[in-house]
């Protein structure tokens, strides 16, 4: 059996994933999604909440936990995933795995803001979905891709 979150514990780990998670509150602020216009994206709580966990939780079998992590992010809408960018945690370690963070728009309302990608005012909010996709590659061995999906 695994062992218990609780038992693993890190403080470091827990201010690491808080700074990590305002900078990708920031890149997801100035997304650009496909066209030249930007959409500010918004993380409601529990979708930040359950990132967290699941950040927290891939980093502690990891040899320099979070801080060896290298972050890729990207929403997906409709069909598409754009690349909203990429972030190395601490850029003073040696990356050990990597992680691709993959957010959706709420599809509730993709009906309503469907045509906002072709005009309208140069930044516009939109809510992301509380469903993500986490993948983790380790770096330092040939294992397979664990993929989880919240």
Not at 85 to 100: E, K, N, R, S, Y
Request: hydrophobic fraction near 45%.
């Amino acid at each position: 059996s695994l062992p218990d979150l609780d038992l693993l514990h890190d403080p470091e780990d827990e201010l690491l994933c808080a700074n990590l998670l305002d900078v990708v509150q920031a890149m997801l602020g100035k997304a650009a999604l496909g066209t030249k216009r930007c959409s500010r994206l918004l993380m409601p709580a529990q979708l930040l909440a359950q990132v967290r966990t699941e950040l927290l939780r891939l980093a502690c079998s990891e040899p320099c936990g979070l801080r060896g992590a290298l972050l890729d992010l990207c929403v997906e809408h409709g069909k598409a995933c754009h690349d909203v960018g990429h972030i190395a945690v601490d850029p003073a370690v040696v990356p050990t795995f990597q992680l691709t963070l993959v957010l959706r728009l709420d599809s509730r309302l993709w009906p309503k803001i469907q045509g906002i990608f072709t005009s309208g005012p140069a930044f516009t909010p939109l809510k992301l979905s509380t469903g993500f996709r986490v993948i983790k590659k380790k770096l330092y061995s040939s294992e397979q891709l664990l993929i989880e999906e919240c």
